[in-house]
């Protein structure tokens, strides 16, 4: 209720700060019976870690997951799955003024006013790195889900500050430091350029992501609150520095008339995906398609102005590790939200309705 | 569970058909000896209702509350609060073809996939009509957070179609029939005509609305998985029709810098606002800030292509009394939303952190 | 959250006062596509109905139940299911001195002290007559496991003050007020005769109430904290008067050996139950039996020393319509509770481990 | 929701299993701002460890706690707290056909028919060991309410097999292995004896503990479900081995009447405690009293009839390291679970009705 939980059957308790000894999770109400091990699980927190290419924060983690209980002889037994991170870039460097003031676009102002303390060693509970138990945990979910539905999820950059990067294939987002997923190699060295220059100016960027799942089974999504939309939504904003997000056409459906927005249905089934893979807040079967806005990161070398802990004024400059442009992690994370969300949505909807049987309805 | 309440700490639980007999709420955890009546709500419920002008549907239902429960010569005893609206235009029509047909746009197919079967009068239960229930509820928290803190919601269209409704002021959302927030004669002329030569084509359109809580207390939101931006998301995404959810400045984040997003501070507040009153998922005491995108109306006089529950194609062509534009009576819905996460989060607040004290830090 | 909905998955949430306009719930989770009819809940309301022998309150309630949601054409739609019932006995007496203090062994001094207001019309929330709602919900429920499972629900007195009350069979429970599973017709009469005796005093009495589900699924229950028996235990302490609860053997356990109370197990089932059908918190297979002790009525027409809200003397005298012993009309009640545990985790087993297959384990 | 969660704002979530890597909690919802450290936790801890004195069972683990997150310089942050507890003796020892057979009394046959898989380990999941994390968390808890409000607990042994304990004095309860309040040494030889002599004869054997809150606030509890007495039932009946819970005269109330059951009251205060220190499932300010039963130690050392996986009679008898009576280590666990419930139950109070400000309405 403190909200350090996500979701509601399939649920990843999260704890850690970003210095301090661990960071990790508890994962209650995985399925019982599946192969699971760390083998499992590092691969996608690799995806997501930090110092991977010089575009992003140079911090040193391997992050390397331990699993402490739930599983026995290689197969989850439906009890919590409890992960671990050690972190082992505690640098017990001096955080100077970082202590005493508040960093403009940080969570600093608002942990201190709303707690009356707060941890400033490298953003405390507030920093990016605790996506990392969450992208551990949906490595669980996205196993199963492939396992039952073959459901996947894919993801990628579709615009790095006013850089456009049209969308060709997702593997392509695997191919370059961006997530983009392209082979514009031309494009790939545009979008270097841009951030190195933007690195030269001490200054950040944001970013918007574009995230997918396929093979999604029909029926997911509890109406009316804990629609599949709504509940992707509250995934997505939830996620550091995003500031929006659309299902389907999103902003686009504002100036859309309805004889072209409504998808049309055939026997051979839906003949567009303007609403994005969910209507009434249930999935249709389609791929679920999802865009959100990340913001430019807050910390740069560029001076600000603030406030200190007294109200007095003070100047604001960032030093060290840092991603310029946050959303360059951002899709392995997304998708992880992505793949949270519809595992939780499998367990509610069988709950509910028995075991998931997609009606075989249309001839594809 | 089964997702039909919203909230946590401040709970509605909501029920009811389009058609059934009745739709109404239990509203439960309202804070103890408030004044209370049905004239509290009745008019938010009359800002939402249809048929107050040619542009929305012409269904005439009074909407009449009553009050069963949880309050005591006058006062809220912080026992639950049952809202009851009786549906008195049950039309006990010929529904013809559309019980055995899915609509384009609509949660017919959804509803039937995920449950086996689905009541089909006037949409069901993923009606429209099911957000009075919750515009029912939000007036109490309206009320509460007013009294305790002096947070006020407006909000209004600033986009219909193609066409900007560039902001003036609140107050003039109440002078016209769009929730537009201009006293602009000529632009809702033109709004006028827009609308009635979409009716003419027997389409409709999508809409933008925004919307905006003032005097909101610093500290509201629980990192990091509830934060009051997330569930903002989670509300808005909920509502009927929405496909995209911002905050602050959204998804003009993408292409801002670091040096021009993060918002300054001073010893006198904030020197901006593109946080949307919310850094790190916990409000700053700014203005929070929302807009959301609202697809075309599925329901239009077009024919357009579907099957039914066998699988064969058929033309479907929705008659009878539907709002063009459902983004015209989404303003109060929106604000209701909006104060429903709020009421919330001051619960939740105070249940961790003792009562909201908010500090005055700000030389206002 | 603010307590006042019962169970997670299949969720029944309450509203109204004893004397307020109307008491019901709304009941959300339901599985579709279930035949449900007021004809199916009626008959459980009116098995813990008062007035229907002298030993009873003799307040005439018809307590008739109307269905507002959730159904169409007869069957359940997956949808909230919404029960009303209009208090039609609402005398608008003068409630008197009842306002002002706080009756011994009553809610009227918590209410107050946790409110500051309290609802005193015959007593208001806290009343028993707030248990109609839910006898109502678990009719549903026990429709449900009934069909699913073959689950039944028995149960009846088991002693009444001082007086032991062999069990001989269920189906007696509902030839004699008192819920007896006796047909030793001296033994109802000695009971009738303590009551009498007891109304003449204008004092109340104890008793206590066995109940039994029979063709329980195995595997039913959530480890370690959301065990069958905790919650089975939750919801009887949480029925009015209710102050001590016991599984199987109960507080026999004792002073059993170890050698003794386990439960041997052969092909053929386990030898006994002295863990009433649940071991480490998950369901045998077995009968569940539990035990509960009720206290005697606290309104009773003995005067009693108590104070006033400003904290002065009086002495309080109860009059009027009240049972002299709350545990006759608590089988059905106790029956409900239940039913609604097992309901409630049959949905949660499947959502994990999906749909409930009973291994045929023992040769039966 | 799949049960390994306690609590609903102060929630404590443990995983591990007897035997795996480790054992552990995260707690959330912790007020900000109290001392903290591992100095105030492993105390508890070493009250339930076992191995103190030959009446328990011999494992040795030293149980030591570390702290991974939720504190910085020493004071809590507001964000999760999670405990680690490294298990040290995990003997790789052949579990033998424990992993095949289902143990009499255990929780074997119910995981496996639950699950379709158990971890055999000691238990596993099951194992009472399990508790230790909640009384680290029950720590902090005890500590916030004793800081907040003086409340404190207390508990003892009331029974042991057939030998009834009279109360003496709580603190004697720390002076011998029984947690026995009393400082009777014959009594306590006696106790010393029939514990040998059971371990001889290889069985096991029942008690009775009793725990209390002193210095509780008025007000706590959430009617109409969410009982203060309904949740210490569940939390009651959900410490392994529980099968009976009473509160205040408990089972007693049964051949009570009216005029003795119902407490008095004065302004001096209540004349007695039948209740418990609950009305209306709200705590009156008085002492709360619960008591619990526990059932005989399942695994002993006299051979015992059962089945294995395949259906196959076989008999089983348990070597090793085993309590002969789990109720002597009890009291903590029963203190710890007490602890929590008034915790959760003194957030919840203050989220709806503001801080807890006890009336000073009696003349103590």
């Known amino acids: ?79 919590p799955i409890a ?19 508040f960093r403009p676009g940080h969570a600093d102002f608002t942990y201190w006013s709303k707690y009356g303390i707060r941890d400033p060693r490298g953003g405390g509970r507030s920093s990016a790195r605790l996506t990392a138990p969450v992208v551990g945990a949906a490595a669980i979910a996205k196993k199963w889900l492939k396992q039952k539905f073959g459901t996947e999820f894919k993801g990628g950059m579709s615009q790095l500050g006013e850089i456009a990067i049209p969308f060709q294939a997702w593997e392509h987002a695997a191919e370059n430091p961006f997530f983009a997923p392209t082979a514009d190699a031309a494009l790939i060295t545009q979008l270097e350029n841009y951030m190195d220059d933007l690195r030269k100016d001490g200054d950040s960027i944001g970013a918007k992501i574009d ?14 609150y804990d629609k599949l939309d709504a509940d992707i939504a509250f995934a997505m904003m939830g996620i550091n520095a995003v500031k929006g ?36 807040g249930i999935s249709t079967g389609q791929d679920i398609t999802v865009s959100i806005a990340i913001k430019p990161t807050s910390s ?40 949270l969300v519809l595992m939780d949505h499998a367990l509610r909807h069988r709950a509910q309705c028995g075991d998931v049987v997609s009606p075989d309805f249309f001839a594809r």
Chains 1, 2, 3, 4 share one sequence.
């Open 245 to 280: 997000v659309e299902i389907g056409a999103g902003f686009q459906s504002v100036a859309q008339r309805g004889s072209v927005h409504g998808d049309e249905i055939t026997p051979q089934g839906f003949v567009g995906n303007n609403a994005g893979g969910i209507l009434g």
């Open 211 to 224: 995230v997918v799942a396929t093979n999604v089974p029909v029926g997911l999504g509890e109406p009316i």
């Open 300 to 339: 740069i070398r560029t001076p600000r102005q603030s406030i200190d802990k007294d109200g007095k004024p003070v100047m604001v400059e960032t030093f060290g590790r840092h991603d310029p442009c946050v959303g360059i992690r951002a899709t392995p994370i997304a998708e992880a939200m992505l793949a």
């Open 83 to 101: 992960l671990l991170i050690r972190n082992q870039d505690q640098r017990s460097k001096d955080y100077g003024n970082i202590t005493e003031t």
């Open 1 to 79: 209720m403190s909200g350090n939980t996500f979701g509601t059957l399939f649920t990843v308790t999260t704890f850690g700060e970003s210095h301090g000894p661990a960071i990790g999770c508890v994962i209650d109400g995985c399925p019982p019976g599946m192969d699971l091990s760390e083998a499992d699980i590092q691969p996608e927190l690799d995806r997501r870690k930090p110092g991977t290419s010089r575009h992003v924060t140079q911090r040193q983690e391997p992050d390397t997951v331990e699993i402490l209980s739930g599983v026995y002889q290689g197969k989850t037994t439906g009890t």
